[in-house]
């Protein structure tokens, strides 16, 4: 998705533009996914989601490969 925005953006204009352009985008996937949020309501699957993006962390710190 970078790449897309950031060529599309280069095509339109210079280098600024296309550094607002790829912020504009994130800022707008970032503001549908708090209105969009499907974990919303469900305490135990965002549980276990944290849970697995945290050993996933945990994981990368220390070097496992799993």
């Avoid at 970032?30 to 050993?55: C, I, K, M, W």
């Amino acid at each position: 998705m970078n790449a897309v925005v950031l060529a599309y953006s280069m095509l339109q204009g210079d280098e600024a533009g296309a550094r607002q352009a790829l912020h504009d985008f994130w800022y707008a996937v970032t503001q549908s996914v708090e209105r969009h949020n499907p974990f919303e309501g469900d305490a135990q699957l965002r549980a276990r989601l944290y849970a697995h993006v945290e050993a996933r962390a945990i994981h990368r710190t220390v070097g496992c490969r799993n």
